[in-house]
């Protein structure tokens, strides 16, 4: 798990001098940023703008397997998944506050691995760290994010708002995250069974990085500001694309048709799934940890936006009370179901 | 762990209609509420005042014990123990956000039991619920909750903040949810020795009620605000008196002087305390759990923060670099420690 071969126990600081060197030189970039760090509470100033907040909570063996996942990616994962929630109303991530528990399993420098991932994400999406608790844990390790974000009355963005013919988007590639995991489980079960294995990651690491280290798509909301859109509906893709076709369509009760040839999945991603008998779009489907925006815009906006780069139109909404689905590439018309309104959590 | 003899499975219902159960019927009731409920985020409307973002994490077997925590009041407790940190602030609580993980020893009617406790607490505190997730857990319950609140700029009040020779205030009293878990210990004990026992918890209905209760001091920042009291440090009392005594005086280095005989302890916390031959005040300094507010006031404030109920003056500031005293009920000056400071997490 760690590389590191010094180990020091966190006992041996204590809480808040452990804080203090995990926050060190953090210096806001954020002109709404006002306090946090070492308060009860963050706070921000947003002015005008409208306050956007989004929580999450990763717990090990649930939600990440730190037997193949380094705490630094899991530190920018988590961090990365928190503020593209915030991106999902079409707002931008400013502020992140952080509790992280961990059992005595966990030393000074694996907290310190994870935090330098989180901090790398925040830097890159210049977003504060405004504040941090570390707190004990019975056995595993659970870190619970709160993003805060701000945007204009008139630019925020719901799940509601979707209407007839409007065409529905979606950024980046989809399968590819969990392409990235079914290597890494078949890489464990290697280990596993031969104890000697170093595993063969190579030629995958592009599904490898969509796994551990997914970017937050501020590229594209911004790209939706300098081309003048206003979205009618947008949501994070964290359950496959049918889970957020119904959080687009179920409101309102409409129906939608998207296409399959139209939604985008990586060369790597497609011929890796194939050598595994698994059918791409299935996982585009119902896979799920893309952590990609799907939106619907008006038809207007076609021209304008396919000078966004990474986004791809897949269908459109359809009528009200009609049905949901996928024209397949042999033109059969398969009805939608949305495995995250089943049975699982 | 459940009173009620019906148990359906969370497995049986499915995530969204679980989280469309537990959130029936929820209508905002603060302006500043503009969505959340069934999107990516919680959106609030601050107008030119402050945002303010508390997050918590609370584990099973950490934070709480379920063996005599019935989850109602657990749902409660929690809810109050995040505004709270909005409270410190000297802000005002409006929205809260959660995430619920639990393992599949916990049905439906558990969960909403803890939401129950959680919605009354919201309900008492005119906050609103704008967000909930329900996920898996591997053993236990976690609940990681964010409540946001709002402030004016120049109300605002923040660790940092005293000045030599300002007074020392806290609201409430201390100490009594300390031996409140202490008596339900007793009797953890004592049903696990004999199993027939019925917990006998008569006569201390007040310490039980501190432990599992607790209020969010919602009356106090009210009265700062009616008697024009603007306090120049403030933060919550979640670790004892000594811990916040540290984090107002720590970041500009200043001493303090607390008074025994002002710290506030109720008559049935102190007898309590000395039947188990615990000194009461050490329990107020180090115990815990008392979740009340503790403030530096300006001098000129004193007439104005008396006719406030339920807050004591316990001291003042003292000077730069002076040292962090206790005078004793036999006026001895005993140095202060922070146990939040040492070793534990």
């Known amino acids: 798990m760690e590389e590191n071969s010094v180990r020091n126990e966190i006992s041996q600081l204590g809480k808040f001098s452990l804080i203090d060197r995990l926050t060190d030189k953090i210096k806001p970039v954020n002109e709404s940023t006002i306090a946090g760090m070492n308060e009860d509470a963050a706070v921000a100033d947003y002015q005008t703008h409208l306050s956007v907040t989004a ?74 760290l405004t504040f941090l608790d570390i707190r004990s844990s019975v056995t595993g390790l659970s870190v619970a994010l709160t993003a805060c974000g701000e945007t204009e009355n008139e630019r925020l963005t719901r799940r509601t708002g979707a209407a007839e013919n409007e065409l529905i988007c979606v950024s980046g590639d989809f399968g590819s995250a969990y392409t990235g995991l079914l290597i890494l489980q078949r890489e464990k079960k290697i280990f596993e069974a031969t104890h000697n294995s170093q595993p063969d990651f190579e030629g995958y690491e592009y599904l490898l990085e969509k796994q551990l280290k997914p970017e937050p798509r501020l590229d594209i909301v911004e790209a939706l500001r300098a081309q003048d859109i206003q979205p009618t509906a947008m949501t994070a893709v964290t359950e496959g694309i049918a889970t957020s076709l119904f959080h687009l369509c179920m409101p309102a009760t409409l129906g939608c048709t998207v296409y399959e040839n139209k939604i985008p999945v990586d060369q790597l991603t497609f011929d890796t799934l194939r050598s595994m008998k698994i059918v791409a779009t299935t996982v585009a489907l119902n896979g799920g940890e893309d952590y990609e925006l799907m939106f619907t815009i008006r038809q207007s906006d076609y021209e304008k936006v396919k000078k966004i780069e990474n986004v791809s139109v897949i269908g459109y909404i359809g009528e009200k009370n009609g049905g949901r689905y996928l024209i397949s590439n042999d033109n059969r018309q398969i009805e939608l179901r949305a495995q995250g309104f089943g049975k699982n959590l």
């Open 55 to 128: 929580t999450r909570l990763f717990q090990e063996n649930i939600d990440f397997d730190l037997t193949y996942f380094p705490l630094k990616h899991l530190g920018y994962k988590c961090a990365s998944i928190v503020m593209t929630d915030v991106l999902a109303m079409n707002a931008l991530p400013r502020q992140l506050s952080a509790v992280i528990a961990v059992s005595n399993r966990f030393s000074i420098e694996a907290v310190e691995e994870l935090m330098t991932g989180l901090r790398a994400c925040c830097h890159n999406y210049k977003t504060d």
